[in-house]
């Protein structure tokens, strides 16, 4: 079963600390893997993609890892602010489907506090 | 930012009404879909299209069914609102690489 699991569930973290979310999937055959912001209460927006052959993935303060081999990814956010508050989603894309079926985890609350 | 609407963004209705939520793009984009998330939970898609006359059902059962007469438009329809159909709806359409863009959503509560 197509799957993504997300850890932790939520995190707390203060103003200017750096924190790493984590992803694992079992979704094969693997097309793609997007991290994906989305704010309270709006549609999620993407932060990064990432392709089999790719292993890291910067956008400004926030650095996505791909390890295709143990199925895992990592969100790394440097120095974080306060809007950075939001729920963090990993979506997993499979290329077995003409539609190209995207799979989300659950996400990770994170919210830093002043 | 994506140019992808949704309206409403919130909708308070009683059991039993019949409602439209309504998804446009005007980016052009063939694939258009739906999902539905509740709090804390992963979207389940519950309707996509690859375009003008094109629609299929999803991963998640849904009563709501959609149409698609134009590309710009993804109309998403409940006959009959009960409060099992309370959650948020998003909207996406995707580009000719596979990445999505998502609306604003629709909060619907069903009382």
């Known amino acids: 079963k197509n799957q993504v699991e997300q850890s932790p569930q939520s995190l707390i973290i203060l103003e200017g600390k750096n924190c790493t979310l984590q992803?694992?999937?079992?979704?094969?055959?693997?097309?793609?893997l997007r991290w994906y912001k989305q704010d309270t209460g709006r549609g999620p927006v993407s932060l990064t993609i990432?392709?089999?052959?790719?292993n890291t993935k910067s956008n400004g303060r926030y650095t996505a890892t791909l390890d295709a081999d143990t199925k895992q990814s990592s969100l790394h956010i440097t120095a974080s602010q306060l809007s950075d508050s939001a729920s963090y989603i990993c979506?997993?894309?499979?290329?077995?489907?003409?539609?190209?079926?995207?799979?989300f985890g659950r996400g990770t609350q994170l919210t830093v506090w002043p | 930012e994506a140019d992808i609407y949704q309206t409403p963004r919130y909708l308070v209705i009683g059991t039993g009404k019949k409602i439209t939520l309504e998804c446009s793009q005007t980016?052009?984009?063939?694939?258009m879909y739906w999902y539905q998330q509740d709090p804390g939970m992963e979207l389940h898609l519950i309707h996509y299209?690859?375009?003008?006359?094109?629609?299929e059902k999803g991963d998640l059962s849904s009563e709501s069914t959609v149409s698609r007469i134009r590309t710009e438009h993804f109309p998403l329809t409940l006959e009959s609102a009960r409060p099992s159909h309370t959650s948020q709806y998003l909207c996406?359409?995707?580009?000719?690489?596979?990445?999505?863009?998502f609306g604003p959503g629709t909060r619907l509560t069903v009382l």
């Open positions: 992803c694992n999937y079992t979704v094969s055959p693997f097309s793609n």
């Open positions: 980016m052009g984009h063939d694939k």
């Open positions: 299209s690859y375009g003008v006359n094109s629609t």
């Open positions: 979506v997993v894309t499979d290329r077995g489907s003409t539609l190209g079926r995207l799979y």
């Open positions: 996406a359409s995707s580009d000719v690489r596979g990445k999505q863009f």
């Open positions: 990432m392709t089999f052959s790719e």
